[in-house]
């Protein structure tokens, strides 16, 4: 069975964490700080190891990020050399501050954190489901009303692993393209954080426009 380290073990870390677990994982968390740190942090999440962020990446099959986007920058880029990593992360100008290339459009969110953790095998994932929605909606393969989620990333291998992780907890999945074609799942697209079948998320992905928000308040945040 698969090992997943998950770096941040905040709301989307923890839920993950627990999506995971459910579905026979096994599953190591880690944080900035002392893993004693983690200790009551994960208290509630029966199974759930705690290591460092380098112990957690050595554990691991894939390596799921769910950590403040600007904190991507602190990670140890060789550390994550040949792993498979999904990227979780959204991009909040009010809480990460104005960052002008993604103003601007000039790159996706995961294609900066591809930049960074260069030789990874990153793939966009998790990241346009509220936390709290995570093992609420997943639902066994074949359910009339599974969600589906959305996924981009540039190496096939990558991508299909994650694409039967989706399935494996309870998701059917979309996919977007490639990590360029990411933004129309980022923050404020019409994919982001709606319960969606497959039918109305291929919609929703393909009706994005680069340049549109969606009204703000019609999806829940974070
Ligand atoms: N919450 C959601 O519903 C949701 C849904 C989809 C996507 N996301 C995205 O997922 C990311 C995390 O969101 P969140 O709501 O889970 O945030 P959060 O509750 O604030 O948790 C962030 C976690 O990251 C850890 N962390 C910070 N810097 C770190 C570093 N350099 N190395 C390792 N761990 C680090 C923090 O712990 P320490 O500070 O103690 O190290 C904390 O455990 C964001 O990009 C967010 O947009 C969130």
Redesign the pocket.
């Known amino acids: 069975m698969k090992k997943i380290a998950i ?7 923890r839920g993950c964490a627990q999506l995971f677990l459910n579905a026979g994982y096994q599953v190591m968390i ?4 002392d893993k004693n ?1 983690l200790s009551s942090v994960v208290s509630g999440i029966v199974g759930c190891q705690i290591g460092t ?1 380098e112990e957690a990446v050595d554990f691991s099959d894939i390596v799921l990020i ?4 600007t ?1 991507i920058t ?2 140890t880029a060789d550390a994550f050399s040949k792993k498979i990593v999904i990227d ?3 991009y ?1 100008p009010e809480r990460d501050g104005q960052i002008e290339v993604l103003d601007t459009h000039q790159i996706t969110t995961s294609e900066l954190v591809a930049k960074h953790l260069r030789d990874a095998y990153v793939v966009k994932a ?2 346009a ?4 929605d995570l093992v609420k909606d997943a639902r066994p393969k074949n359910d009339q009303n599974r969600r589906a989620l959305p996924i981009a990333g540039d190496h096939a291998d990558a991508k299909a692993e994650i694409i039967r992780l989706y399935d494996d907890v309870g998701y059917d999945a979309v996919d977007a393209g490639k990590l360029a074609d990411s933004w129309r799942f980022e923050r404020a697209k019409p994919a982001y954080c709606i319960a969606l079948n497959k039918a109305e998320l291929a919609a929703a992905l393909q009706a994005a426009q680069r340049d549109k928000e969606v009204a703000h308040g019609s999806w829940r945040h ?1």
């Open positions: 770096i941040g073990a905040g709301y989307l870390g880690s944080n900035s700080r740190s962020t769910a950590i403040p986007f904190q602190a990670l979780a992360n959204n909040y998790f990241n489901i509220l936390a709290a974070n």
